[in-house]
T-cell receptor, first 115, second 113 residues
Framework: GAGVSQSPRYKVAKRGQDVALRCDPISGHVSLFWYQQALGQGPEFLTYFQNEAQLDKSGLPSDRFFAERPEGSVSTLKIQRTQQEDSAVYLC?????????????FGPGTRLTVL | GDSVTQMEGPVTLSEEAFLTINCTYTATGYPSLFWYVQYPGEGLQLLLK?????DKGSNKGFEATYRKETTSFHLEKGSVQVSDSAVYFCALSDEISTDKLIFGTGTRLQVFP
């Protein structure tokens, strides 16, 4: 079966532009996570959905970051008025049931470069 | 808050050498522990996991044992191959909070023939 897919794979934005990053999780997976991975670092948590409910958004770095999962499947991470410090790889992961013991399955990531 | 500390890389080894990558953690609850691997040009994938103290996770010749007394989850392999060259991330998931993963900074392994 298909894994987690993300689009676009690469995005170049001028400073101040808005961007939208899409994540298609594995079909039937309840939990969806977004992470941000700066160059040479480990991924850092941004936000978490259980079905369509956003249960944790404590990792979003500012109010310019917004995520949604309206039908409990596809998710979009939106960044408004992008800044250079937003340049990173944005990873999406899904897991079957949302238990801490669950394996999270990662997508290939979207590499965002803000000029 | 919860955190993971892993040894800095790069780790450079010859083929068939023994590998250890150290990982220690700090957590308020009873975390599950994971090793994820990122091969060149690929996404993160789970290598192994352990969900309670004294559990041993293993996969592809890699092993790690959940040591609560030393708060460690060191990754080992008896004989590395060139194909093991990748970045390895130690991570924890704490059920007290949401089930997000907290990652270490990653350790790059380079294996030469």
């Amino acid at each position: 079966g298909a894994g987690v897919s993300q689009s676009p794979r690469y995005k170049v934005a001028k400073r101040g532009q808005d961007v939208a990053l899409r994540c298609d999780p594995i079909s039937g997976h309840v939990s969806l996570f977004w992470y941000q991975q700066a160059l040479g670092q480990g991924p850092e948590f941004l936000t978490y959905f259980q079905n369509e409910a956003q249960l944790d958004k404590s990792g979003l770095p500012s109010d310019r970051f917004f995520a949604e999962r309206p039908e409990g499947s596809v998710s979009t991470l939106k960044i408004q008025r992008t800044q250079q410090e937003d340049s990173a790889v944005y990873l999406c992961a899904s897991s079957p049931a949302g238990a801490g013991t669950d394996t999270q399955y990662f997508g290939p990531g979207t590499r965002l470069t803000v000029l | 808050g919860d955190s993971v500390t892993q040894m800095e890389g790069p780790v450079t080894l010859s083929e068939e050498a023994f590998l250890t990558i150290n990982c220690t953690y700090t957590a308020t609850g009873y975390p599950s522990l994971f090793w994820y691997v990122q091969y060149p040009g690929e996404g993160l994938q789970l290598l192994l996991k352990a969900t309670k103290a004294d559990d041993k996770g293993s996969n592809k010749g890699f092993e790690a044992t959940y040591r609560k007394e030393t708060t460690s989850f060191h990754l080992e392999k008896g004989s590395v191959q060139v194909s093991d060259s990748a970045v390895y991330f130690c991570a924890l998931s704490d059920e007290i909070s949401t089930d997000k993963l907290i990652f270490g900074t990653g350790t790059r392994l380079q294996v030469f023939p």
